[in-house]
């Protein structure tokens, strides 16, 4: 099989482009909505503690751990981690590349939905009047509702149109690889910085946007013996930094020999959650003005919610509604790129197949999968869940995949590289090569301390699934009520399914290691 040399796999142009590309994959809608609604769901200050142990013990350590595979073995994930674990890490990284394929179809659905709201500001949301065909809003609305207009969009055939758009700007960015998403990469990273500027001016100066801030900085550690405060912290740091899904490490076997692994770390992270806690201010800021409480979870507070506070501006509202949805598509785009990136490198280190059929295999499935996440049939006319078929299904998807998959990958990435290959090997072939090199506590790190943790939530989380009876299954469904069982079934199957066939149906020799063949000056480190 043609393996494919790094001149045709690409390089990044500069330090500058791959720092743009990584943290624009990691700055997405993890960071403008989901950080604010779990900040908010986990008791606004409570969230801090497990927020920072999450950020220091597993986030940085893992995201060294992504770049350093990436940027050694110059492999995407199941390559990289058979480098160093044969074939169980191959099936391990095709696992997590799955379950990345499942995640990016409904991560552009909700980009769909996006695209369709940011027409709509222009159109009807911002204006009084709107009904959709659900039983709770079947009297047009006295004033203006973003509910209301969301649940009218997405019981049309619209957000289809919308996710096919999407899909599209994907390729275009994808097509030449590097050169491609550098220079996409140059244009929308800056600009996703310059709107969440605006829209932090805009709510800390109205009445009351401060007291939004206080809440959200004021440090309460009330909650912090609730191991669902930290489960929620680690599944929204990991989904924030762009790990457990291959990215990071397909992101970083484009970088160059010699590049500095834990400085691009450090950078790509307190990037990441600078912006985080950027958007987090303007949100809170825009709940607390406007008094806007945002129950009901992620989705409706990008949604509905922080419409809702855009509506009060009056005059100024179309144009600011536009600019909310335009910087969550945009800093949705820059973050599926990567997730498509993924699986279309390993795809291409596997089977040795251009650049354009890789893209095919994972467009054609992963598009497919959008459309039917944006499916409009009305399965719950009464809104008890979630209204319709796309909606449902998506929601299901989330819980199982999102829980799941990221920190089990996480789990197995450290016992991987902490055991099977030995932290101090990776330690020392990173350091060979950063202006601040790791200390043997990266050895503690990543054998104990990061398997410690992530081993507990992951128990902590099955104890309570199974305590809890199967997701979803009182939820209204019209006569789909066999999904809740289907949706895990399919996720289960797919990705096993998928990993096995690709390890074991198509066996390749793993790469030779990177890490066997340092020179002993280099263990002196
Ligand atoms: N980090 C992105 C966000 O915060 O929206 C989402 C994401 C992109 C997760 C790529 C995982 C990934 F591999």
């Not at 220091?56 to 995407?76: D, H, N, Q, Y």
């Not at 500095?260 to 958007?279: P, Q, T």
């Not at 469904?477 to 999904?483: H, I, Q």
Request: hydrophobic share 55%; charged share 10%.
């Amino acid at each position: 099989m043609a393996t494919i040399s790094q001149e045709e796999r690409g390089t990044w142009n500069s330090k500058l482009g791959f720092v743009l590309a990584a943290s624009g994959s990691a700055i997405g809608l993890g960071n403008i909505v989901f950080f604010a609604s779990n900040a908010y769901q986990y008791g606004g200050g409570a969230f801090y503690l497990p927020y920072f142990v999450a950020l220091f013990a597993l986030g940085i350590p893992v995201m060294i751990v992504e770049f350093g595979l990436g940027a050694s073995t110059r492999r995407a994930l199941p390559q990289a981690l058979s480098a160093v674990a044969g074939k169980r890490g191959e099936f391990v990284g095709w696992w997590s590349l799955s379950c990345a394929l499942l995640i990016t179809m409904y991560y552009i659905a909700i980009l769909g939905w996006a695209l369709g709201m940011m027409v709509g500001a222009l159109g009807g949301l911002f204006e009084p009047g709107a009904t959709a065909p659900f039983a709770p809003f079947l009297e047009p609305s006295a004033g203006v509702s973003s509910t209301v207009y969301f649940f009218d969009l997405i019981a049309t055939y619209w957000p289809m149109l919308a996710v096919l758009v999407i899909w599209a700007l994907n390729g275009m960015i994808l097509i030449k690889g590097t050169a491609t998403i550098e220079k996409a990469v140059r244009i929308f990273v800056p600009l996703m910085w310059l709107f969440m500027i605006g829209l932090i001016v805009l709510a800390l100066t109205r009445d009351g946007g401060l007291d939004g801030v206080l809440y959200l900085f004021t440090p309460d550690f009330a909650g912090v013996s609730d191991p669902a405060v930290w489960k929620g912290a680690f599944a929204q740091m990991f989904f924030s930094l762009s790990l457990g899904l291959g990215t990071m490490t397909a992101y970083a076997s484009y970088l160059p020999k010699r590049s500095d692994v834990v400085n691009n770390s450090l950078l790509v992270s307190f990037m990441n959650c600078g912006f985080e806690f950027l958007a987090g201010v303007a949100i809170f800021g825009l709940l607390f003005a406007f008094a806007l409480n945002p129950v009901g979870g992620t989705l409706s507070l990008s949604f509905f919610v922080i419409p809702q506070g855009i509506a009060e501006f009056g005059a100024l509202a179309k144009v600011l509604g536009f600019a909310f949805f335009f910087l969550m598509v945009v800093a949705g785009l820059t973050s599926s790129i990567s997730l498509i990136e993924g699986p279309a490198a390993a795809l291409r280190d596997k089977l040795g197949i251009s650049r354009a059929a890789a893209l095919a295999i994972v467009f054609v499935p992963g598009a497919l999968g959008s459309l039917a996440y944006t499916l409009p049939t009305i399965v719950d006319p009464g809104l008890a869940a979630n209204g319709t078929l796309g909606l449902s299904l998506l929601d299901m998807m989330d819980h199982w995949v999102f829980n799941y998959s990221l920190l089990t990958v996480g789990f197995l990435e450290v016992i991987f590289v902490g055991w099977v290959l030995g932290a101090s090997k990776l330690r020392r072939a990173v350091n060979l090569h950063t202006r601040i090199p790791l200390g043997p506590w990266f050895d503690v790190v990543l054998k104990y301390v990061a398997p410690g943790l992530l081993g507990f939530v992951l128990i902590w989380s099955l104890i309570q699934e199974f305590g809890g009876g199967l997701y979803a299954a009182g939820n209204p469904l019209g006569g789909f009520d066999w999904l809740p069982v289907a949706v895990p079934l399919f996720w289960l199957i797919f990705t096993l399914g998928g990993a096995a066939y690709l390890t074991y149906g198509r066996p390749t020799p793993p790469p030779p290691s990177p890490f066997d063949t340092m020179s002993d000056d280099v263990s002196a480190l």
